[in-house]
């Protein structure tokens, strides 16, 4: 399949450089894919518009300051994305992947970092350009995001950064209202979670809505476009993702409507189903009982049209990037099992562009029903 199915025009002045205030003033396009019906809504009545019983599956993991802008030996700047820890390697958290910029200086054996505070040796480089770092950080690489860091902001959204670390609004904007503490470990934000406010979150409760968690490594990777020019010959990338038994357990139930709250959550979703064998509808068959450890793999699946899901039947999510594997997957929840959604979500967006939405991480929402 061609991956200029899957580009579109979009204008810079419609990429959201801040969110909206407040949070929950936010547009929503609505898509109904049995009569498809659009409107066009505000985010705050996310709860009158949810099917009576609707679970929500959301990604509740906190984004860490993972952009470290360093200055190199020589005098000149460098700057350090942290990815995520190699804890197959390494259990203790010191062994991380990221990447560096300039990161052609940097070969296996150079070191970096930032003078009485760490250091850190490269010990391994990829092709796409990420690096596989080992960091020599009292209290650990966490503590120096903590003291050194900025929030990892997509580069679409423009900055004025300072030397140093300081406190920013975005800060607090780039992270959801739910976000765990103790569940720290993304590089990128959960954007479709961005827009819900406590007010949302009761009035979801005051209806009943249960929200049903789990932990997400939101990467770089989620963002990029694809380069191929063939889907088929992308190499998708890797998230890690963690599910306690309670979400285990409401995903094994019968309910009512599973909401995907986000793509990334969606991915994680048909990611659990395929490999622990769950049918759309009667959990695993014939398992008894859930362990009651969490579920811990890496979602490695690509998913565009045409494709069936079993994870999820509603989605919230973000407008996303031209070419990017996000846009491929709404493509094929709009219209399961055949390829009729690429050429519908271009029809939606230009409708978006015309009615003033605003795209991307701190941009508007769209839910399919």
């Given at each position: 399949?061609?991956?200029?199915?899957?580009d579109?025009?979009?204008?810079?002045?419609?990429?959201?450089?801040?969110?909206?205030?407040?949070?929950?003033?936010?547009?929503?396009?609505?898509?109904?894919?049995?009569?498809?019906?659009?409107?066009h809504?505000?985010?705050?009545e996310?709860?009158?518009?949810?099917p009576?019983?609707?679970?929500?599956?959301?990604?509740?993991?906190?984004?860490?300051?993972?952009?470290?802008?360093?200055?190199?030996?020589t005098?000149?700047q460098?700057?350090c994305?942290?990815?995520h820890?190699?804890?197959?390697?390494?259990p203790?958290?010191?062994?991380?992947?990221?990447?560096?910029k300039?990161g052609k200086?940097?070969?296996?054996a150079?070191?970096?970092?930032?003078?009485?505070?760490?250091?850190?040796?490269?010990?391994?480089k990829?092709p796409?350009?990420r690096?596989?770092a080992k960091?020599?950080?009292?209290?650990?690489?966490?503590?120096?995001?903590?003291?050194l860091g900025?929030?990892?902001?997509?580069p679409?959204?423009?900055?004025?950064?300072?030397?140093?670390?300081?406190?920013?609004?975005?800060?607090?904007?780039?992270q959801t209202?739910?976000?765990?503490?103790?569940?720290?470990?993304?590089?990128?934000?959960?954007?479709?979670?961005?827009?819900f406010?406590?007010?949302?979150?009761?009035?979801?409760?005051?209806?009943?809505?249960?929200?049903?968690?789990?932990?997400?490594r939101?990467?770089?990777?989620?963002f990029?476009?694809?380069?191929?020019e063939?889907?088929?010959?992308?190499?998708?990338?890797?998230?890690w993702y963690?599910?306690?038994?309670?979400?285990?357990?409401?995903?094994?139930?019968?309910?009512g409507?599973?909401?995907?709250?986000?793509?990334?959550?969606?991915?994680?979703?048909?990611d659990?189903f395929?490999k622990t064998g769950?049918?759309a509808?009667?959990?695993?068959?014939?398992?008894?009982s859930?362990?009651?450890e969490?579920?811990?793999a890496?979602?490695d699946?690509?998913?565009?049209?045409?494709?069936?899901?079993?994870?999820?039947?509603l989605?919230?999510?973000?407008?996303?990037l031209?070419?990017?594997?996000?846009?491929?997957?709404?493509?094929?929840?709009?219209?399961p099992?055949?390829?009729?959604?690429?050429?519908?979500?271009?029809?939606?967006?230009?409708?978006?562009?015309?009615?003033?939405?605003?795209?991307?991480?701190?941009?508007?929402?769209?839910?399919?029903?």
């Amino acid at each position: 399949m061609d991956t200029a199915l899957f580009d579109y025009p979009l204008p810079p002045e419609r990429i959201a450089q801040t969110p909206a205030e407040p949070r929950d003033s936010a547009r929503l396009l609505m898509v109904n894919r049995t009569t498809h019906k659009i409107e066009h809504r505000v985010f705050r009545e996310l709860p009158d518009l949810l099917p009576p019983g609707t679970r929500l599956f959301r990604n509740h993991a906190s984004v860490f300051k993972a952009r470290l802008r360093l200055t190199r030996p020589t005098g000149g700047q460098l700057e350090c994305l942290l990815l995520h820890p190699d804890l197959a390697r390494d259990p203790a958290a010191s062994t991380w992947w990221c990447l560096l910029k300039p990161g052609k200086k940097y070969a296996v054996a150079a070191k970096f970092g930032a003078p009485g505070i760490f250091e850190a040796t490269v010990i391994e480089k990829e092709p796409d350009g990420r690096v596989l770092a080992k960091f020599d950080a009292p209290g650990g690489v966490l503590a120096v995001t903590e003291k050194l860091g900025e929030m990892p902001l997509p580069p679409y959204i423009q900055r004025d950064h300072a030397a140093t670390a300081q406190s920013t609004p975005d800060d607090q904007n780039y992270q959801t209202v739910y976000a765990d503490p103790a569940k720290k470990i993304a590089a990128a934000a959960p954007t479709a979670g961005l827009h819900f406010t406590p007010a949302v979150l009761a009035a979801l409760a005051a209806r009943g809505f249960k929200n049903f968690d789990l932990a997400l490594r939101v990467g770089l990777g989620t963002f990029r476009p694809i380069a191929a020019e063939k889907l088929e010959d992308h190499v998708i990338h890797r998230e890690w993702y963690e599910i306690p038994a309670t979400t285990r357990q409401a995903l094994a139930m019968p309910g009512g409507p599973r909401l995907a709250i986000g793509t990334t959550t969606l991915r994680a979703l048909e990611d659990y189903f395929l490999k622990t064998g769950m049918s759309a509808h009667n959990g695993r068959l014939g398992e008894p009982s859930l362990p009651p450890e969490p579920w811990l793999a890496e979602a490695d699946i690509f998913i565009y049209p045409p494709r069936q899901f079993a994870g999820a039947d509603l989605l919230l999510t973000n407008f996303h990037l031209p070419r990017s594997t996000l846009l491929c997957l709404v493509s094929a929840f709009l219209s399961p099992g055949s390829t009729d959604g690429i050429a519908w979500l271009k029809e939606i967006y230009a409708d978006a562009m015309a009615q003033g939405y605003r795209f991307y991480s701190y941009g508007d929402a769209m839910l399919i029903l």
